[in-house]
């Protein structure tokens, strides 16, 4: 029975009858001629946006396509950490939106996507860091998102084992979000597939987008390698390919795509409570529920669609692990790869209409994208139901590079390997 | 991926520092659509799936400005110029742009 509720009776149910009675989690559903709302991506962001269409915009028939197979893409590449320590106001209502989002997911969707709340813990080297990071503390405080300045007895109290009297970079406290932490990502995709499956979407897999067909300035469907498909409308949330699928549509966008890599070790004993980050040089780590150490810093900072990196990277994270937790350097590297980020030319992602009446813009998302998950989902879906940004993503405009309203967290103008 | 320095011979990646598009170009400033212009030139990108003309500098090297042309989904590079000879191939600049 794929439309059971997943609960502790249908666990205990399925143990006495040896787990013969799970079905698929959702439909291997037929493209139909047409739809109401067509969203081009299976990802994380687009099977959200379906799910919310369908859950607060009904009734809609929505088709999500994607390319691959549901899982396979970006949302299954991530290391898997969620936040909303932000600085500006344009990004924290947004991100916190996304967190209260998480914090209530795995009810929305019954699907246990195992949401740990395990604090997300920022470290600073320097006074001037200090004073940075007490800013974005005072920021996120301000609009209601929880922050702690720790001092260094007081992180030196929670992870014990860091190198905190480094040469070059002693360790003088750090800044936490408690209610940050990780999410398992490929049961995002899965619970937001079968949620959405329940309310009626087809997920459509092995079905890729090859072009828009339009009436005048409008779209009126898309072409796909499973036939033509009409549509009222199209959302593309298809991040890390965003350029090659807008420029069907014959748009330009303000976005490069960048390979991020990212790390696991063998597995180990609990070892790593939370997050943690490098703030000396970019390196974050966590530990995953299987005992592997998940770990990842900067991007390549090249274009690529290679999805697979290049070892001076390596090397840098790897020196930033050592730098940071020298005790992990006789820990075994499972595995390491890599994923394509839509590196936007202000590091904030996009969420607007296109300039074609009826195309719907989801991209940008740098390497931000899977804590957005739900937020860019609602967002995206509020958008596409009444043509209305929704209020905490109205910023993230397509124009706002030409109109001067750049988002730019980082403070490093339009250079998209710099974000 | 490792460059071949027309100056230096084949370097490691770590000597070189990105700079993105080489084929975007700097526009009239005189032109009336300037403004439009100056958006495209700064922000917008066709970051296109095959070849990728892209400058790197030579900073841990000989301090060049290079024109390389590489796969984007295979990261092979199948030519690196300097970028000054490019400049110099292309038209020459009215006086008007310098």
């Known amino acids: 029975m794929s439309r059971a509720h997943y609960s502790i009776f249908s666990v205990l149910r399925e143990s006495l009858r040896g787990h013969t009675g799970w079905g698929p989690a959702w439909r291997e559903a037929e493209p139909k001629p047409d739809y109401d709302v067509v969203i081009v991506g299976g990802g994380g962001h687009g099977l959200a946006t379906a799910f919310y269409l369908a859950k607060h915009h009904g009734p809609l028939r929505i088709a999500v396509l994607e390319k691959g197979w549901i899982g396979g893409g970006n949302v299954g590449r991530n290391t898997t950490i969620v936040r909303s320590n932000y600085l500006l106001p344009g990004n924290i209502p947004f991100y916190e939106l996304s967190m209260q989002l998480w914090e209530g997911l795995e009810h929305e969707l019954n699907y246990n996507a195992m949401v740990s709340q395990r604090g997300v813990l920022n470290l600073y080297h320097s006074d001037g860091q200090r004073d940075a990071f007490a800013r974005r503390g005072n920021a996120m405080r301000l609009h209601g998102v929880d922050a702690e300045l720790l001092d260094q007895a007081a992180v030196r109290k929670m992870v014990p084992f860091l190198n905190f009297e480094n040469g070059r970079f002693p360790i003088h406290g750090g800044l936490l979000q408690r209610r940050g932490g990780t999410v398992r990502h490929d049961a995002v995709a899965w619970g937001y597939a079968r949620a959405a499956d329940r309310l009626g979407v087809d997920i459509i897999q092995n079905c890729e987008v090859k072009g828009f067909k339009r009436e005048g300035d409008r779209i009126v469907g898309v072409e796909t390698t499973r036939g033509y498909i009409g549509a009222k409308k199209v959302g593309m949330a298809v991040a890390g390919s965003s350029s090659r699928v807008a420029a069907m549509a014959g748009l330009r966008l303000p976005i490069e795509s960048h390979v991020l890599q990212a790390f696991v070790s063998e597995s180990i004993k609990p070892f790593i409570d939370g997050v943690v980050t490098f703030g000396a040089g970019h390196f974050y780590i966590s530990q995953s529920d299987k005992g592997g150490l998940v770990f990842g810093g900067d991007l390549d900072g090249y274009n690529s669609y290679a999805q697979r990196g290049n070892l001076p990277v390596v090397e840098d994270v790897l020196e930033g692990g050592m730098a940071l937790m020298p005790r992990i350097g006789r820990v075994r590297m499972l595995r390491h790869w890599g994923g394509i980020m839509d590196m936007s030319m202000d590091g904030s992602p996009i969420i607007d209409h296109t300039p074609v009446s009826g195309l719907y813009i989801n991209a940008g998302w740098c390497y931000g994208g899977f804590k957005a998950t739900p937020a860019s989902g609602f967002c995206f879906a509020h958008l596409i139901a009444h043509d209305q940004p929704h209020a905490v993503a109205k910023a993230y405009r397509l124009d706002r590079f030409a109109t001067g309203h750049a988002i730019d967290e980082k403070g490093m103008g339009p250079h998209p390997n710099l974000h | ?98």
Do not use: Q
């Open chain 2, 1 to 98: 991926m490792r460059i071949a320095c027309p100056y230096c011979g084949e370097r490691s990646l770590d000597e070189f520092l990105y700079s993105g598009d080489a084929t975007v170009k700097r526009p009239d400033f005189a032109s009336p659509t300037a403004a439009n212009e100056f958006v495209s030139y700064t922000y917008e990108r066709s970051n296109p799936p095959g070849m990728h003309r892209e400058l790197w500098y030579h900073s841990a090297g000989c301090h060049a400005w290079l024109v390389v042309t590489r796969g984007i989904a295979t990261h092979a590079i199948t030519s690196v110029e300097v970028a000054r000879d490019v400049a110099l191939n292309e038209k020459p600049a009215t006086k008007d742009s310098i």
